[in-house]
C-alpha cells in the first residue's frame, strides 16, 4: 500500500554499521520538506533501493549516501520525482560503485545526480528524464574507475542535457545513446564529457551510437579531456 510521511521522509533508513539497508517498496510519498525515500550508512554498509511504485518528495524522490566502501544500488522501476531537490540523489564518499537504473525521473535541481569519490558509477535510463534546475542526469568520479551514462529515453537539463566526468583521473568516460533519444541542454551542452587522462567515448560504438537530436544552447557535444 501507500507509504505517507507527512512532516518529513516517506522512508528514513539510517546505518552506522557495516550491513546493508535494503529498501523495497510499492508508492511512498515525502513531506513538503521531506525526501521519498532517504537512506544513509556511515559505517561502510551498502545501499539497496528498489522501487515499484511511484515516488515522491517535497525535497528529492530518493536520496542515498553511503561512506567507505559502500555501494549504492537505485532500480527505479517506476516514476520518481523530487520537487524542490533531485529526482535521484546517490552519493558515496569513498571508494562505492553507484549504480542508478530509472523509468521517468524528473527533480527540481537534478533528474539525477550520481557521485562516487572512487568507485564505478553507471547510470542507464529507461524513460524521460528531466532536471528542472540543473543538469538532467550528472555523473562523476575520480581516479581509474568509469563514468558511464546509457541513454535509454528522452533527457532534458535546465543546464546540461548529460554530464559525465572523471576529476582528473584516468579513467574513462562513457555517455550512450541506446535508442536515439533526444538529449537537450537548456542553457549549456546538450553532452558534457569531461576526464582526466583517460579515454572520453561519445556514442563510439556499435549499438551505443548517439542517433537522436543532441541539442545544446552552447555546444551539442562537448568532450574535455587533459590527457
Known amino acids: 500500500g501507500q507509504v505517507t510521511g507527512v512532516g518529513g521522509d516517506g522512508v528514513n533508513a539510517v546505518t552506522t554499521g557495516a550491513g546493508t539497508i535494503k529498501i523495497t517498496t510499492n508508492a511512498v510519498s515525502g513531506g513538503a520538506v521531506g525526501d521519498g525515500i532517504d537512506a544513509s550508512s556511515s559505517g561502510g554498509a551498502s545501499i539497496s533501493v528498489t522501487t515499484n511504485g511511484v515516488i515522491l518528495g517535497g525535497l528529492r524522490g530518493i ?3 553511503t561512506s567507505g566502501t559502500g555501494a549504492i544500488t537505485v532500480t527505479a522501476n517506476t516514476d520518481v520525482t523530487g520537487i524542490a531537490d533531485d529526482g535521484v540523489k546517490a552519493t558515496t564518499i569513498g571508494l562505492g560503485n553507484v549504480t542508478v537504473s530509472s523509468t521517468y525521473v524528473a527533480g527540481g535541481k537534478y533528474g539525477i545526480e550520481a557521485i562516487s569519490s572512487g568507485g564505478v558509477v ?3 535510463t529507461k524513460g524521460a528524464t528531466f532536471g528542472n534546475g540543473n543538469d538532467g542526469v550528472f555523473a562523476q568520479t575520480s ?7 546509457n541513454v535509454g529515453g528522452d533527457v532534458q537539463g535546465a543546464q546540461v542535457g548529460v554530464r559525465a566526468v572523471n576529476t582528473g583521473g584516468t579513467g574513462t568516460v562513457n555517455v550512450n545513446d541506446v535508442g536515439g533519444f533526444q538529449i537537450v541542454g537548456q542553457t549549456s551542452d546538450g553532452i558534457q564529457a569531461t576526464a582526466g587522462t583517460g579515454t572520453i567515448n561519445v556514442g563510439s560504438s556499435v549499438g551505443n551510437r548517439i542517433n537522436g537530436a543532441v541539442v545544446g544552447l552552447d555546444d551539442g557535444i562537448d568532450a574535455l579531456g587533459a590527457g
Open 122 to 124: 553507471t547510470v542507464t
Open 143 to 149: 581516479g581509474a574507475s568509469s563514468t558511464s551514462v
Open 63 to 65: 536520496a542515498a549516501a
